[in-house]
């Protein structure tokens, strides 16, 4: 079975602090996808970033980077000087199915709300 | 990136009665598309996974009979929740994958469904 976790519940911030969502998950595949979401208020989901199991190079984009480490399960997520638009939930998710079939099913973690105030 | 339109985007109703929602994949075929639900300042969890042209999987616990899914087309998904009660209100989110390409999968924007 697979399980994400997301230790922080809630985070606040002071704008361009630089904040860090935890993630951390469990899974019996060697092959596998991680995900970030950002949920607005508005409830949407939107999509930030994909990493498959064998690349475990750091990813920057922007203000956003994201720490892959396969020795702890963890695939943290860091927005550097962040903003007021930054506030909302953000989701760390799983997919077991490597190969993109059909069951391509989610696991999500509980999320974290981030509020960063000006 | 891929568009996929929920509709609606929230809906009232009285107990007893049903809802449909529609989930469309609008630049891209989804042999797959997959429902969720959401309770307020909660995770979203997978309710099933539907099949163009064929019948859906639903994950344990989820009663089929009270939540109907049908995929008729390769781009439209359709959940019913029968015979709603107030314990049905949720946030209700679809997602699609397109049909033979190894990409994340785009989220509708969600339906909030409250049962009065």
């Known amino acids: 079975a697979q399980k994400v976790t997301q230790a922080q519940t809630e985070i606040s911030v002071v704008e361009k602090e630089d904040v860090t969502l935890d993630c951390v998950y469990e899974?019996?595949?060697?092959?596998?996808?991680l995900f970030w979401y950002k949920q607005p208020p508005s409830g949407e989901l939107v999509f930030l970033i994909r990493?498959?199991?064998?690349?475990?190079q750091n990813e920057i984009s922007g203000r956003y980077s994201w720490n892959f480490q396969k020795s702890t399960s963890s695939f943290n997520f860091t927005i550097t000087a962040s903003q007021v638009v930054d506030s909302a939930v953000y989701f760390c998710?799983?997919?077991?199915?490597?190969?993109?079939?059909?069951?391509?099913?989610?696991?999500f973690g509980k999320g974290t709300l981030l509020t960063v105030n000006p | 990136g891929a568009v996929v339109s929920q509709h609606p985007s929230w809906v009232i109703c009285k107990s007893g009665t049903s809802v449909k929602i529609e989930c469309r994949s609008l630049?891209?075929?989804?042999?797959?598309m997959f429902w969720y639900r959401q309770f307020p300042k909660q995770s979203l969890m997978l309710m099933a996974t539907?099949?163009?042209?064929?019948?859906?999987?639903?994950e344990q616990g989820v009663e089929k009979d009270k939540f109907l899914i049908n995929h008729a087309s390769l781009t439209l998904s359709t959940l019913t929740v029968t015979s709603a009660h107030p314990e049905d209100s949720s946030f209700y989110i679809c997602?699609?994958?397109?049909?033979?390409?190894?990409?994340?999968?785009?989220f509708g924007q969600g339906t909030r469904l409250t049962v009065v």
């Open positions: 998710a799983l997919s077991e199915d490597y190969s993109g079939g059909s069951n391509y099913k989610l696991t």
């Open positions: 539907s099949n163009e042209g064929s019948k859906a999987t639903y």
């Open positions: 997602s699609a994958r397109e049909t033979g390409m190894n990409t994340e999968a785009f």
């Open positions: 899974t019996r595949d060697t092959t596998y996808y």
């Open positions: 630049d891209f075929q989804a042999t797959t």
């Open positions: 990493r498959n199991s064998f690349d475990e």
